[in-house]
């Protein structure tokens, strides 16, 4: 018990996030923002995998990895442009992007 006191009061905390700060030109974002929102809007709820993969096939030139693209959604995300949903299936969680406008649909519940 007191080896575990000392192991819980030794571990530091984790820090907090700041705001994300994107370095790209006003300009470059809108085409960003507005194209991914596009996405999300036509095809939403939708997976950051699947997001990508629209994103490809459009052919947006101004995001250069999947990993910009996350911080552009965390950056949507802090402005309330869009939000992010967990889908419980089971002991699997998958998380999904859709606009606020979008109602989140419901399972059909089972009869008793």
């Not at 939708?46 to 994103?55: D, L, P, S």
């Amino acid at each position: 018990m007191f080896g575990t006191t000392v192991r819980c009061l030794a571990k530091k905390s984790k820090p907090k996030m700041g705001p994300v700060v994107l370095n790209t030109p006003p300009e470059q974002r809108q085409t960003i923002t507005r194209t991914l929102f596009d996405i999300i809007k036509e095809h939403g709820p939708i997976t950051v995998a699947n997001t990508w993969e629209r994103v490809k096939e459009v052919g947006l030139k101004d995001l250069t990895s999947k990993n910009h693209m996350k911080i552009v959604l965390r950056w949507m995300r802090e402005r309330q442009k869009v939000r992010l949903v967990c889908n419980h299936v089971g002991a699997h969680k998958q998380f999904l992007y859709t606009t606020w406008f979008t109602k989140p649909a419901t399972p059909p519940k089972k009869p008793s």
